[in-house]
């Protein structure tokens, strides 16, 4: 069972223990994806992230004790696999030199070689959790933990747009150029986000990820 | 035929805004969108346009605007000294502005935002469904950037620019914004009780370090907070961020999908508009208040801006 909580009076979230879990971020994707398929009038937007759906409503279109109840029955149901079977979105990554500027340390704190870093980080299909921070921005993981460095201790005041990145047990990519504390170790061509895109992003929550070394 | 305006003066920071880019916090977009919605939809009305017409967000000092075509115009939100050539200007109704009139904001009187709004409103190009400008991420308005002077903006004009919830425009005024001068109380609706602890009962000030994206909270001694590091989860606006160190954060229009604090409490939807109007140096207190107490606020909020 999920816990409900009111984040003010137009947004309403529902929360499934303190631990990030592919299965439990499955039945939260499962959750949102029930709930924008509906359409409901009044509905602003859903957000599926590692733990808890967020739901942003009108208060003046939508019954608070309604939506709650929805959101609980949605919530008891089967949670769904996490669809580990279905193919990943390739990103290809040029590791290291300018494109990765902490490799070197990445490695040094792995205490293994700058190949054997890639190799760690290339070789994972990587769930993707949630998207956030910017437009097009994915949290994916679990990132292997010989090279799980935490992030910077003083963020970079310019990170370029691409930039493949750790921060812990976590790995994403820069859609934009942009302060960020991320562990850089590549960078890819993809883009990310572009605005003027049939399709705008290549990422949602619940896709799954691998990295391929240029 | 289109209208057309230029940036004689760009002001503080002057940003084109609508009702925001609603429908893609999935996928990490800032919804962004007018600070004080409320006065930026009765800007709208003032010209018989749609609410969500995108209008020009003046911050703290204003611009000064030459209109090359005939314009019906209003200014709403926070109260400045107007001018239109040498003539005064009243805030808060429709005015009509001949070609190469220039309207010129003068002293700031109270409130942070104005509102220019435009019959059939600002003409920049969609991105996402929404004309407001993200600065952080240079998307929407115009290049994504706040204006500057030289700019020439189009206006839509004709049956275009009317859009759904179009109305006639409303020569005579409707309420106006209630903005307190040098700070405000705000209802919002508590977290958890040992979170909320921590801003019920005291008076923070806006400190100067404040933006679109959020107000940080100083001079309350608040006393520190004990809560493990929690997994990121979505927010949204009106939430006041409580870090384990250092000031609280209001997260205002332009705030990053997704965060990882503590939550103290969360401004009410009615409350926002005036929340929009605070000024760094201003003063804020939060009251709690119930949903009962909210719905109602808001109720009232849109009967005052005759949507019955």
């Known amino acids: 069972m999920g816990c409900l909580s009111w984040l003010g009076d137009s947004c309403l979230s529902i929360s499934f223990g303190e631990k990030i879990d592919p299965l439990v971020n499955a039945q939260c994707v499962a959750i949102a994806t029930s709930l924008e398929q509906r359409g409901r009038r009044g509905i602003r937007d859903v957000v599926a992230t590692y733990n808890a759906v967020t739901v942003h409503f009108d208060p003046l279109q939508i019954d608070r004790e309604d939506l709650s109840t929805e959101l609980a029955v949605l919530a008891a149901m089967d949670a769904p696999g996490t669809g580990a079977d279905v193919e990943p979105v390739l990103i290809p990554v040029e590791y290291g030199g300018h494109a990765g500027p902490d490799l070197a340390a990445v490695a040094e704190f792995g205490h293994c070689s700058e190949r054997d870093v890639i190799h760690l980080h290339s070789m994972k299909v990587y769930r993707v959790y949630m998207l956030g921070f910017l437009p097009g921005f994915a949290y994916m993981g679990s990132v292997d933990a010989r090279i799980a460095m935490p992030r910077l201790d003083t963020p970079r005041i310019r990170v370029a747009s691409g930039s493949v990145g750790i921060a812990g047990a976590q790995t994403g990519v820069y859609p934009c150029e942009t302060p960020g504390g991320w562990r850089i170790i590549g960078r890819t061509t993809s883009q990310l986000f572009d605005p003027r895109r049939a399709d705008a992003f290549l990422l949602k929550a619940g896709d799954w990820v691998k990295f391929v070394a240029d | ?308």
């Not at chain 2, 503080?12 to 609508?18: K, N």
């Not at chain 2, 000294?81 to 109270?110: I, P, Q, Y």
């Not at chain 2, 209001?250 to 926002?272: C, E, K, N, P, S």
Request: glycine content about 14%; overall charge neutral; hydrophobic content about 40%.
């Open chain 2, 1 to 308: 035929m289109t209208g057309a305006l230029s940036i004689v003066r760009p002001g503080m920071f002057t940003t084109v805004q609508d009702l925001g880019r609603w429908g893609f916090q999935s996928r990490g977009v800032p919804v962004s969108g007018a600070m004080d919605t409320y006065s930026h939809r009765l800007a709208n009305r003032l010209v018989g346009n749609g609410d969500n017409a995108a209008t020009l967000e003046a911050t703290l000092i204003g611009p000064q605007i030459a209109f090359e075509t005939d314009t019906t115009f209003a200014v709403t939100g926070a109260s400045f000294a107007l001018t239109l050539n040498a003539e005064t200007v009243a805030m808060n109704r429709m005015t009509e502005a001949k070609a190469g009139s220039v309207l010129k904001f003068g002293e700031r009187l109270c409130g942070a935002r104005s509102y220019i709004a435009v019959s059939g409103g600002v003409d920049v190009p969609e991105v996402l469904g929404s004309r407001s400008t993200h600065v952080l991420t240079g998307m929407g308005g115009l290049e994504g950037r706040a204006l500057r002077a030289g700019d020439r903006i189009r206006t839509v004009t004709g049956a275009r620019g009317k859009g759904r919830g179009a109305i006639a425009p409303c020569p005579s005024p409707l309420t106006p914004l209630t903005i307190p001068p040098g700070g405000a109380r705000v209802r919002v609706i508590p977290g958890e009780s040992t979170l909320f602890s921590h801003l019920a009962q005291k008076r923070f000030r806006i400190s100067p370090r404040s933006d679109r994206m959020g107000y940080r909270l100083e001079g309350a001694d608040r006393g520190s907070v004990s809560v493990g590091e929690l997994i990121s989860g979505a927010v949204t606006t009106g939430i006041v961020q409580i870090p384990p160190a250092g000031e609280p954060i209001l997260l205002m229009a332009d705030h990053a999908t997704t965060g990882g604090y503590a939550i103290g409490a969360t401004v009410i939807t009615a409350d926002l508009p005036v929340a929009g109007q605070l000024a760094p140096g201003d003063w804020i207190e939060f009251d709690a208040c119930s949903f009962k107490a909210a719905d109602h606020a808001l109720r009232e909020q849109e009967a005052a801006l005759g949507r019955v």
